[in-house]
């Protein structure tokens, strides 16, 4: 399905109103809930995800490699120490950030990020997992090294599932889409090229996955034939997967993931080559191979998803929101069952939108990465009236 927007949050739909905290706020108009933006943490450098510790704290992640701490409403000056050597190239960098689901016993944390190879000159996506205590990361252990080879798209998503499975998101790396496409790493298992894996909380391969007695297949793979998704949310009510995925120009993709089975990437698909506007796919459609729920075109670059469930914009629970970085925007999307109804734009240009997130507090979280000037800050959606 295309995409169909309300805009309703572009320049000038604002409101101007005053409280006794702030004096004049600026507050955003849409379908349902008006809303403001609170600055949560600046002075970030490129921030790329964000997770909330059962005390109150936030971690968040800076590609160029620190883990940072916002504790009581401040930024502290020092970043957690233990994070493992990143690079911090180009589009590398220390990327997501996940709590295992017993966290609050066993202090297990989970980084993913761009793992240089040993002469430094290229990566691959990795994670590890380690204990974070007194606001240190120790005992840290690599449970995921994908076999993969490019210059960027590392993906990198993290989530657990309701069952404890941890689901970790690659890129296809930028390899070029030309002449054979169902030659393409992101069509052939032996790597993990654009693919979406399942592994139990230590890095043991489960029994079950799709591909665990295939010969030369990679065993953590669950899906595959992706181009870089960078948003990953488990449905807290179905256990579905879900992902987004950045296409090139245009097709950006919305994708129910079911394991073993086959996305696309670069067989079929909605966008064209960069520039010249040339075609890249066969099609759009082609049987054994999945097609989106969603698409985006023009592309909106996809990246961060949440399901909200919270309570403070009680008619926005269930719906799905997805960060957009080269639209500096965040997409609103009415689900039906698994079928998007209507998308609304939100919280139009105020940055490249890295991660979005529930607090435990029902507010909704963007992690916003200018690139050239701008704002680069952690920020909140806070409900204004009915």
């Known amino acids: ?24 706020s600026q507050v955003y108009r849409s379908a349902y809930h008006d809303y403001r933006i609170v600055t949560v943490a600046d002075g970030l450098v490129n921030p790329w995800s964000m997770a909330f510790l059962p005390g109150g704290d936030m971690l968040i992640t800076e590609r160029p490699g620190r883990l940072r701490i916002v504790r009581n409403g401040k930024l502290l000056a020092d970043p957690v120490p233990g994070v493992p050597k990143v690079f911090a ?7 997501d950030v996940a709590l295992h689901p017993d966290f609050a016993s066993n202090r297990l944390l989970y980084l993913s990020f761009s793992k240089p190879n040993a002469e430094g000159s290229e990566a691959t996506t990795a994670v590890v997992r380690g204990r974070f205590e007194n606001d240190r990361l120790t005992n840290v252990e690599e449970i995921f090294e994908a076999v993969s080879r490019g210059r960027g798209h590392y993906g990198s998503r993290l989530a657990f599932d309701r ?6 998101t690659v890129g296809e ?8 496409l169902e030659a393409h790493p992101a069509q052939d298992i032996s790597n993990h090229h654009g693919t979406v894996n399942r592994l139990h909380d230590d890095g043991r391969v489960p029994a079950d996955n799709p591909f665990v007695d295939r010969p030369n297949a990679r065993p953590e793979i669950w899906s595959y034939g992706h181009r870089n998704p960078q948003g990953l949310a488990i449905h807290p009510e179905t256990g579905d997967v879900w992902i987004t995925e950045h296409g090139p120009q245009g097709g950006d993709e919305l994708n129910l ?6 996305y696309g990437w670069p067989v079929v698909g909605y966008g064209v080559n960069y520039g010249s506007g ?3 796919h066969e099609g759009t459609r082609r049987d054994g191979m999945e097609s989106p729920v969603h698409f985006w075109v023009p592309s909106i670059a996809t990246s961060g998803l949440l399901i909200y469930t919270g309570d403070k914009f009680p008619e926005w629970r269930g719906n799905f929101f997805a960060g957009g970085l080269a639209g500096q925007q965040l997409a609103r999307l009415t689900m039906d ?25 029902g507010y909704i979280y963007l992690a916003i990465d200018a690139r050239r000037g701008g704002t680069t800050a952690v920020v909140r959606l806070e409900p204004v009236g009915n």
């Open 1 to 24: 399905m295309i995409r169909t927007s309300l805009a309703l949050t572009t320049a000038g739909l604002f409101l101007s109103v005053a409280t006794p905290a702030s004096g004049q």
């Open 89 to 95: 190239q180009g589009q590398g960098g220390l990327l």
């Open 163 to 168: 069952d404890g499975f941890l689901f970790i």
């Open 173 to 180: 790396r930028q390899v070029p889409s030309r002449g054979d």
């Open 257 to 262: 993931i079911r394991p073993g089975l086959n």
């Open 278 to 280: 040339t075609a890249i």
């Open 337 to 361: 069952g698994q079928r998007v109804e209507i998308e609304e734009t939100l919280v139009h240009g105020l940055g490249r939108i890295r991660d979005v997130r529930q607090g435990p507090d």
